[in-house]
């Protein structure tokens, strides 16, 4: 099935449903090819493939909006669900939030979303699986995966839109482990570039090896933190995911408060919605509502530029959309951090009394408005003095304000990476970043 042809298929769900009483419509049919294969023991665990069709639906009637989304086996299986959402929309109410699906815009289409690196290995991933492997041989054992992507993707809806487009992805992460002591590092893009994949490989097993020794407890207080692009990728996804105009509404943001223009991060940090950036993962031609999207400042110098609208929140703030449509929760596509110009050993050098934290776990908001977050340093973590790395540490928990460590931040390092994986997502390009003053505390377990 071709891309014209899925969104076809789009477009007869979409009059299939008007033929039904609902007002407005519109389909998005995916379907995806994928290959994943699994590490375990410093071996290929498991190598599995899938081809599935997701279908989105949304419909209006009244002022009511239903939306629902299915994996059907056949086209016929989202007839019936229609037919079921004739009488679920009885119950409903009309939603606070309805707006009309915008006119159709003019899209340009994005380049280079689909690479034939990804598309060949897909067919025999075995050789990039054990180059993978061969770069982390030192490892006493090595765990992780590695996902290739080839989605065709297809929209319609009852404004008259008729949209369709093609793109690959990779996503990988490997966990190494030296010993007592572990490292991990993640790979994620539209484009498969084998050197960046290795290097992944040979970050996680360099840093497990760092961490060799006994780790020590460190007491807990106010630290300078040094942040590898993995979880800066992790806190950069909070920061998009509160960006969002819906999350705005709700009152789950640190944004609730601030109006834009306002400063709410320090200088020398910027982020950006970057969807039309073809090598980034997340990368994208048109939203979900038929509208072009475009690359923007979400946070600019420390100033916040803009929150994140579909037609819906657009509607409510007095705003424009901003091509970032969820057609219910506007979202971020792909999150990227500017660089600084230090380097790695430059950004140890200024730190005093400090902790690098190389991966992250169980991050957790005790209060949306305030930030109030806490995050747990897994993997190879370590206790900076005067700018020397002095030992291993471990039990080591970030506990503090989100817009604080936003305003604390002091530099960025001169290398970004591009991060996908469990933990992050939508992917993230960032570099190190060096916040100071930050709290630590230790986990409970």
């Not at 770069?135 to 765990?143: I, L, N, P, Q």
Request: net charge negative; proline share 4%.
């Amino acid at each position: 099935m071709t891309c014209s042809e899925i969104s076809g298929v789009a477009e007869k769900l979409v009059q299939a449903i008007l033929k039904r009483g609902f007002e407005e419509a519109s389909a998005q049919v995916y379907r995806t090819k994928s290959v994943m294969v699994k590490f375990a023991n410093s071996e290929v665990s498991v190598v599995q493939r899938w081809d599935m069709f997701t279908v989105g639906l949304y419909m209006t009637k009244e002022g009511k909006i239903l939306l629902s989304e299915v994996h059907p086996t056949t086209f016929e299986q989202v007839d019936r669900l229609v037919d079921r959402a004739i009488s679920a929309s009885a119950q409903l109410k009309p939603s606070m939030l309805y707006a009309p699906l915008p006119e159709p815009a003019e899209i340009e289409k994005l380049e280079g979303l689909v690479d034939s690196n990804v598309l060949k290995t897909m067919e025999d991933p075995g050789p990039l699986a054990e180059s993978l492997l061969s770069e982390t041989s030192k490892a006493d054992r090595v765990a992780g995966a590695l996902t290739l992507t080839y989605t065709e993707k297809g929209l319609a809806n009852s404004r008259g839109a008729k949209l369709e487009e093609a793109y690959t992805g990779v996503e990988a992460y490997l966990r190494v482990f030296v010993g007592e002591s572990s490292g991990q590092w993640s790979y994620g893009s539209r484009r498969l570039a084998f050197d960046k994949a290795k290097q992944m490989a040979r970050t996680a097993l360099e840093l497990a090896e760092r961490a060799e020794g006994e780790p020590k407890q460190i007491e807990p207080g106010a630290y300078d933190v040094l942040l590898s692009p993995m979880v800066v990728g992790n806190l950069v996804n909070l920061v998009g995911m509160m960006s969002s105009a819906l999350a705005v509404l709700m009152g789950n943001s640190i944004f609730a408060r601030v109006e834009p223009g306002s400063k709410v991060a320090s200088e020398n940090f910027s982020l950006f919605d970057s969807p039309r950036n073809p090598d980034l993962l997340g990368s994208t031609s048109f939203d979900d509502e038929a509208q072009e999207t475009r690359n923007k400042a979400i946070i600019e110098n420390g100033v916040l530029k803009t929150l994140l609208h579909n037609s819906k929140t657009a509607a409510k703030f007095g705003a424009q959309s901003t091509g970032n449509a969820g057609v219910m929760f506007p979202h971020a596509w792909t999150l990227s951090v500017n660089a600084g110009d230090a380097s790695f050993d430059e950004l140890i050098e200024e730190m005093k009394r400090g902790v690098v934290i190389t991966n992250n776990w169980y991050t957790r908001l005790q209060n949306y408005v305030e930030g109030i977050f806490s995050t747990i340093a897994r993997d190879a973590a370590f206790y900076v003095e005067n700018g020397e790395v002095k030992y291993p540490v471990t039990r080591v928990r970030i506990a503090d304000r989100l817009p604080k460590l936003l305003s604390n931040i002091e530099l960025l390092g001169k290398e970004v990476y591009d991060i996908s994986w469990w933990e992050v997502n939508p992917a993230v390009r960032a570099p190190y970043i060096l916040a100071r003053n930050i709290g630590i505390s230790r986990p409970f377990v």
